[in-house]
T-cell receptor, first 111, second 112 residues
């Protein structure tokens, strides 16, 4: 079976930097994705890492270490609108993209 | 813009009823998925389909079935709804080759 661990909740203040961690134990590994979901909304794709290292997209960055079975999402210059749930998702098999999602981290940004 | 639409945002059904949830995507995606989302449990995969008439069980298929007769449409069927199936149901699709999943707005199903 598979296991993905994320913190259930993270709080931070506007303007700060926050890191949301994800550790995984899966039978196979081909990549790690991150999704954002606002209350009442649908999850939306943020990033995908197949190789070790840091990928930067604006204020958001995602990191992967395959040897440690670990990744994180880094959010910089936090804004109130970043308050949402963040899910990591592992791609366990090759070929078609079939992600397995973690339980999600609720990020609360305070003024 | 990729669009994934679901037939209802809110649905209330009685225990024992047969329930159909419909999902349509307009980007010719190969893969389509049904998830249920409950507080603290994240997104749990019920079934997915990688082609017309092809399906594969996810993590929690019990009590559900699916149908994919056309590439753009994927239906979730609750043969006999039970109160423990009260949940948010999310449909999603992806091209299979690009690593981005597109989600519909969700259907909040209440079974009384």
């Amino acid at each position: 079976g598979q296991s993905l661990e994320q913190p259930s909740e993270v709080t931070a203040v506007e303007g700060a930097i926050v890191q949301i961690n994800c550790t995984y134990q899966t039978s196979g590994f081909y990549g790690l994705s991150w999704y954002q979901q606002h209350d009442g909304g649908a999850p939306t794709f943020l990033s995908y890492n197949a190789l070790d290292g840091l990928e930067e997209t604006g204020r958001f960055s995602s990191f992967l270490s395959r040897s440690d079975s670990y990744g994180y999402l880094l959010l910089q210059e936090l804004q109130m609108k970043d308050s949402a749930s963040y899910f990591c998702a592992v791609r366990e098999r090759g070929g078609s993209y079939i992600p397995t999602f973690g339980r999600g981290t609720s990020l609360i940004v305070h003024p | 813009d990729v669009k994934v639409t679901q037939s209802s945002r809110y649905l209330v059904k009685r225990t024992g009823e047969k329930v159909f949830l419909e999902c349509v995507q307009d980007m010719d995606h190969e893969n389509m998925f049904w998830y249920r989302q409950d507080p603290g449990l994240g997104l749990r995969l019920i079934y997915f389909s990688y082609d017309v008439k092809m399906k594969e069980k996810g993590d929690i298929p019990e009590g559900y079935s699916v149908s994919r007769e056309k590439k753009e449409r994927f239906s979730l069927i609750l043969e006999s709804a039970s109160t423990n199936q009260t949940s948010m149901y999310l449909c999603a699709s992806n091209s299979g080759t690009y690593y981005e999943q597109y989600f519909g707005p969700g259907t909040r199903l209440t079974v009384t």
